[in-house]
């Protein structure tokens, strides 16, 4: 069963699937404002602007971070 968490802020949801992640630490360490392990749920999608959320889920080296956006 895999498990698969989403965050919504403005039309932006942010989705994690912890299965593939390889807990690379870049998501943190580069936005730690938004994505905080130590907090829960742990990410927090108040933290930043949408583009620099994105921006961020885009590096994601795992694929385990996406998102995806309403039509506007």
């Not at 905080?36 to 921006?55: L, Q, V």
Request: aromatic share 10%; charged share 25%.
């Amino acid at each position: 069963m895999n498990i698969i968490k989403q965050y919504t802020r403005d039309g932006l949801t942010v989705t994690w699937e912890p299965s593939k992640c390889i807990h690379s630490t870049f998501c943190w360490r580069q936005l730690s404002a938004v994505f905080d392990p130590r907090k829960h749920p742990w990410i927090n999608m108040e933290g930043a602007e949408t583009d620099r959320i994105r921006e961020q889920v885009k590096a994601c080296p795992s694929g385990a971070l996406s998102f995806s956006e309403e039509p506007k």
